[in-house]
């Protein structure tokens, strides 16, 4: 019975390179498949553009070439990968340029674009599309002069049509997080449009593959100091059967787990309804699927069920939002809570005397409550030893928002006392914020493109 081997090679932007390396050296892995983007990234990948127009794609496309290009030609291993971000073309080029750097002739690098419809929205809006924010209602007027980016959530039939003409490495830009690892089970299976059981599986896989290590015994929350080397976390690998069905496991070697309880425990990640599991490729029902130990580091998982792909995509915007001053500076014991609490209020105090405009105003206290905010419990004070303090504030231009830096150093010697002595972290950044709204698909699909050059 047929197999695809499909192993996935990045969680995220900035993920490292080694597991799936290991994966392409020690496993007949045929597909390696990258999640580069989440909705943040985006925002990165705009401020890399903004700073230089060539830029745009994830910028560890460079590593990536370097060290598994190599595999591509030597073992046929595909590579799938949504690093373009806001500039496929950029990325192609340089992955194009290391293969040339590396001799590699005749690889044949694809792309597939159309999910930018940054300048399509007006055609949008007069076609009757509305724009507006899905989560608070407002019309797409409000930020209109404020968007940087606007990209819809493309599934794996792009990259499938890529992979029918012959594509070695497939680049897009903005792709569900399933996409790349439904894509070659769809174009080497043949599995129908709308056979959506199968698909429904696909998506499954995805789901289990698209953060990496979370699936082998990363972050994983049981008995996590169990765990065997992690040092060397192996990523997963999937052995697909033609009915979707697949076991997960790991290059042999490799450290992490693959059990039950670390497949369940991402199978829930990030799940609303786990009866509606909206993709652009089907609608997955989560509650049918089964979950079994197949030996060691060997999980099956089938029993997916599908219904029919929504008849919209989702799109993501990302707009001017303002600018955020930061700083942090931390106290020692004894009563080290309460000496942050003073500096935070004279912080406070001199922004308002020196009148700047801030439409927020955040107080953190790092070792008491910065993950948890006011569900953090407050500890005996007299057992907290440091507490470093983080002041951040929300203004609508630069200016404002640098003004909070300056009032850091000063309190070494106008505070309280048994200040930390270290370099004051502080700093300004542009923020962006975040849209998204649904657009009828085939407004967006009629305009996707793929294109595969070869490597000269």
């Known amino acids: 019975m047929?197999?695809?081997?499909?192993?996935?090679?990045?969680?995220?932007?900035?993920?490292?390179?080694?597991?799936?390396?290991?994966?392409?050296e020690k496993s007949d892995v045929q597909y390696l498949c990258f999640d580069c983007l989440a909705e943040l990234t985006l925002a990165i990948l705009q401020k890399d553009r903004q700073r230089d127009p060539s830029l745009g794609y994830t910028k560890d496309v460079t590593t990536t070439a370097r060290a598994l290009l190599p595999y591509v030609k030597r073992k046929g291993i595909k590579l799938i990968t949504n690093a373009g971000g806001l500039n496929p073309e950029g990325a192609r080029r340089e992955m194009a340029r290391i293969a040339q750097e590396l001799g590699l002739q005749g690889l044949r690098i694809a792309t597939a674009?159309?999910?930018?419809?940054?300048?399509?929205?007006?055609?949008?809006?007069?076609?009757?599309?509305?724009?507006?924010?899905?989560?608070?209602?407002?019309?797409?007027?409000?930020?209109?002069?404020?968007?940087?980016?606007?990209?819809?959530?493309?599934?794996?039939?792009?990259?499938?049509?890529?992979?029918?003409?012959?594509?070695?490495?497939?680049?897009?830009?903005?792709?569900?997080?399933?996409?790349?690892?439904?894509?070659?089970?769809?174009?080497?299976?043949?599995?129908a449009a709308d056979d959506w059981d199968r698909l429904a599986q696909g998506l499954v896989l995805g789901h289990l593959m698209e953060c990496s290590g979370q699936v082998t015994g990363g972050n994983f929350s049981g008995d996590w100091w169990n765990v065997p080397d992690l040092d060397r976390i192996g990523y997963p690998l999937a052995e697909v059967s033609e009915d979707g069905s697949f076991i997960l496991t790991k290059a042999p070697g490799t450290g992490g787990r693959v059990s039950v309880d670390t497949v369940r425990e991402q199978f829930l990640y990030e799940i609303h309804d786990p009866t509606t599991y909206i993709t652009p490729d089907a609608v997955a029902d989560l509650t049918t699927v089964r979950i079994e130990q197949a030996g060691p580091d060997r999980v099956r998982v089938s029993g997916a069920k599908g219904r029919p792909a929504p008849p919209t995509l989702k799109a993501v915007m990302g707009y001017r939002n303002g600018f955020m001053g930061s700083g942090m500076i931390g106290f020692a014991w004894p009563k080290a809570l309460t000496k942050a609490r003073r500096a935070a209020e004279i912080i406070r105090k001199q922004l308002d005397r020196l009148g700047v405009q801030y439409e927020e105003f955040w107080v953190d206290y790092l070792g008491v409550n910065a993950l948890h905010g006011p569900a953090a419990p407050i500890p005996d004070e007299e057992k907290i030893n440091e507490v470093f303090l983080r002041v951040s504030i929300r203004t609508k231009d630069r200016e404002q928002a640098a003004r909070l830096a300056r009032l850091f150093p000063p309190l070494v010697l106008n505070g309280p006392?048994?200040?930390?002595?270290?370099?004051?972290?502080?700093?300004?950044?542009?923020?962006?914020?975040?849209?998204?709204?649904?657009i009828p698909r085939e407004l967006v699909e009629e305009k996707v493109r793929v294109s595969v050059e070869e490597v000269g």
């Open 113 to 191: 674009t159309g999910d930018d419809i940054l300048d399509r929205l007006d055609e949008l809006q007069a076609a009757g599309v509305d724009l507006s924010d899905r989560e608070t209602g407002q019309p797409l007027d409000a930020i209109r002069d404020r968007l940087l980016f606007a990209n819809a959530y493309l599934g794996a039939q792009p990259i499938v049509e890529a992979l029918r003409q012959g594509a070695d490495v497939v680049i897009t830009g903005r792709t569900t997080d399933t996409a790349q690892f439904l894509a070659p089970l769809i174009y080497e299976f043949g599995w």
């Open 417 to 438: 006392p048994g200040v930390a002595m270290m370099p004051f972290a502080a700093h300004t950044r542009e923020l962006i914020g975040l849209w998204t709204t649904l």
């Open 2 to 24: 047929k197999q695809v081997l499909v192993g996935a090679a990045q969680g995220f932007y900035g993920d490292i390179i080694e597991p799936a390396v290991d994966l392409a």
